[in-house]
Every structure is written in C-alpha cells, then in structure tokens.
T-cell receptor
C-alpha cells in the first residue's frame, strides 16, 4: 500500500510570492491534516480536511489556506510569503473521524519550503 | 501556551540500555496519546499509542506509560539500539468528536551510542 506522498519535496520562493503544496493520502484515507515544522516551534497544526470540508483549523493567519478534492487529495496554499514561512510542511492522513483510527495519522515526507 | 511539553531536548543512551523519554500535558480533555519517531528528511512515523483508559501499552521493545493524575506519559525503549537514534515526538488528542488534530511536543532527540 503506497504511503502519503507530497509534492514537491523542495521549494525555494521569494518574499511576496505564493506557493501551492500537494498531498495524496493513503488509499482509503479520507482525512488529511497539515502541519508546519520549524526548529523553534516544533510541529504545529495548520488545518484538517475530511470529505472536502475543513473540520478544524490551527492558529495561523489567513494567508494559509487549503482544500480537499473528491479523491481526498489535498492542497495547501500560502500567499504573500514571508521569511518566517520557511519550514517543513507535513501532510498526514487517517481513515476518518471515528475514534482511534482517526487519531493515528500517517505522515508524508514533507515539503521543505525556503523563502528568500 | 504549550499543551504538550517534552522538557528534554536531547537524550544520550548506551546501546542495550533503557531509554526513557518523558512528556507532560496540561489539557485534561486529551484522552489519546501517541509517540512518533522522526528521522531527518522524513515525515514522523507512528510508533505507539495509548488511550486514557489504560495506563500501559506495550509493543515489542516499546512501552508507553500513562499517569493521568500527573498528566504525564513516558516512552520506554529497551534494549535501545543505534537505529533508534531519531527525534521522538509526543502527541495528544481528543479521540472522536471534531478535534482530530494532534498537538505535538517539540521533540526529544535520542542518540543511542554503540
């Protein structure tokens, strides 16, 4: 069974630009969550989608947005990039919102975004 | 305010000995706890979990202990192996409901020396 895939793996952008990251969950998983990992803050929750609906959102500015498609694939978008947005962006999938299986999330390898 | 804390940024252990990684949480609504292991340039890998109805869960060399009254959990690895060297993240969540996101600690870097 293929794992969670994320594209691209590495990205370099400049301040003010926007970026779109993609995540394909494990087949059969309907929930996708996004996390930002930085050395100082660790792993921080961005948002979660289930059946194309955003179910939960972390404490990030509106420049960070996402969506989920009918095949459960998800994208996240960051507009007007800032230097502080440089981070590893991780996508995780799980089966769905029911108890334990929901919470055991499987992570992709991440997209390393560098903002210059 | 950090809801999940891993107060030791790093830990060094000799091969064959026990590794004990600790985690504290503040939110009493958390009822499901997980440990993830992360190698450089890879995403976190699920290791072991525990529900708040239990105080211990064991899987091979890995055991997680939960002390609800102290809001503390720990991961024991015995015997430790060099391949266990990685960053370990503790995470907490509320199972079911609408809170599906995981709250992570900042991680503890474990080094197992041969």
């Amino acid at each position: 069974k293929a794992g969670v895939t994320q594209t691209p793996r590495y990205l370099i952008k400049t301040r003010g630009q926007q970026v779109t990251l993609s995540c394909s969950p494990i087949s059969g998983h309907r929930s996708v969550s996004w996390y930002q990992q930085t050395p100082g803050q660790g792993l921080q929750f961005l948002f979660e989608y289930f059946s194309e609906t955003q179910r939960n959102k972390g404490n990030f500015p509106g420049r960070f947005s996402g969506r989920q498609f009918s095949n459960s694939r998800s994208e996240m978008n960051v507009s007007t990039l800032e230097l502080g947005d440089s981070a590893l962006y991780l996508c995780a999938s799980s089966m769905g919102p029911s108890g334990r299986a929901y919470n055991e999330q499987f992570f992709g390898p991440g997209t390393r975004l560098t903002v210059l | 305010d950090q809801q999940v804390k891993q107060n030791s940024p790093s830990l060094s252990v000799q091969e064959g000995r026990i590794s004990i990684l600790n985690c504290d949480y503040t939110n009493s609504m958390f009822d499901y706890f997980l440990w993830y292991k992360k190698y450089p340039a890879e995403g976190p890998t699920f290791l072991i979990s525990i529900s708040s109805i239990k105080d211990k869960n064991e899987d091979g060399r890995f055991t997680v202990f939960l002390n609800k009254s102290a809001k503390h959990l720990s991961l024991h690895i015995v015997p430790s192996q060099p391949g266990d060297s990685a960053v370990y993240f503790c995470a907490a969540s509320r199972s079911g409901g609408s809170q599906g996101n995981l709250i992570f600690g900042k991680g503890t870097k474990l080094s197992v020396k041969p």
